[in-house]
């Protein structure tokens, strides 16, 4: 007899991100975002203008730390309006 809890298929892993920010990070630089751009332009998207590459950064770090959070007692940024 075979046990079948031993072949249960696992859940999905938790999501690696956002990460933990803790008011500075040096891996997030322009070169980084610049790379990003990079290899957007290599897969043939059109070349970022400079306020494309703004939002990129935006994005970017949307992404890897998530939305920033305001002071605890400052109200809610309106709707669509979050960094």
């Given at each position: 007899m075979t046990d079948t809890a031993d072949m249960s298929t696992p859940g999905p892993a938790p999501n690696a991100y956002p990460v933990r920010y803790?008011?500075?990070?040096?891996?997030?630089t322009f070169g980084l975002a610049a790379d990003v751009?990079?290899?957007l332009e290599a897969a043939d998207y059109p070349k970022l203008s400079s306020d494309d590459f703004v939002?990129?950064?935006?994005?970017?770090?949307?992404f890897l730390y998530g939305p920033r959070q305001a002071p605890q007692g400052t109200p809610p940024?309106?709707?669509g309006s979050e960094l």
């Open positions: 803790d008011g500075s990070d040096p891996r997030f751009a990079a290899v939002e990129l950064q935006l994005v970017l770090y949307r940024s309106p709707a």
